[in-house]
């Protein structure tokens, strides 16, 4: 007869849930820049609305200046 096999079950350290919450907080936001980053098809419908004007830093800055 074959000896019986004792299990034993490994407790998880702080520092390994730590790493582990870690890692998939890094493997989460990669994909999701991913995701953000791939072109969207935009099936032949052309964009509505305003043009988004992208103002220069002193413009940004004038209304500060100004009080």
Known sequence: MAAPLQVTRAQASPLG???AFLGMFVVGSLAVQLLASLPR???GASRSGPVP???HQATLWQTLGER
């Open 17 to 19: 849930v730590a790493l």
């Open 41 to 43: 098809s935009s099936g």
């Open 53 to 55: 004007v992208i103002a």
